[in-house]
């Protein structure tokens, strides 16, 4: 999610945790959709994922991007994903019984379709992520 704007950017949905499964194909997406042309402050939490060998080989080969990890026992520093990750349960996870394939589309559906195109935020003036970054983009004649 880019606490910018709070659209979510990349998202992977997997059975299992391996970061070549989740986390690296998340960025890929991310990095696919907004590329990287400032320095940019990656914020992760203390999951296991994020220290694997793997994840930190994959994201210092990534110029212009520094880490940020979570403080211990402390909530606050990941509280936008968080709030996202309980929206995502209240209208979608909670009332269902996925196989995983129908998640993933879900899932999908709701990231692209919903969350970053028509849920308004009150902390981004009632817009949603999507005209916010249409807005920025053309206010600084960005392609």
Not at 125 to 138: C, I, R, S, V
Request: aromatic content about 16%; glycine content about 2%.
């Amino acid at each position: 999610m880019d606490l910018f704007d709070r659209q979510v950017i990349g998202c992977s949905l997997n059975t299992n945790l391996h970061t070549n499964q989740t986390i690296i194909p998340a960025w890929k997406m991310a990095i696919r959709k907004r590329k990287i042309n400032m320095d940019l402050l990656f914020h992760w939490d203390r999951g296991i994922q994020y220290a694997s060998k793997a994840f930190k080989t994959f994201i210092k080969s990534i110029p212009l991007v520094t880490q940020s990890i979570i403080r211990k026992d402390n909530c606050w520093d990941n509280s936008v994903a968080e709030s996202f990750f309980k929206t995502l349960k209240v209208a979608l996870i909670y009332d269902d019984d996925f196989k995983t394939i129908q998640a993933k589309t879900a899932i999908f559906e709701y990231i692209e379709i919903w969350y970053n195109r028509k849920r308004l935020y009150s902390f981004l003036g009632y817009k949603t992520p999507y005209e916010l970054e249409l807005e920025f983009y053309q206010f600084n004649n960005v392609a």
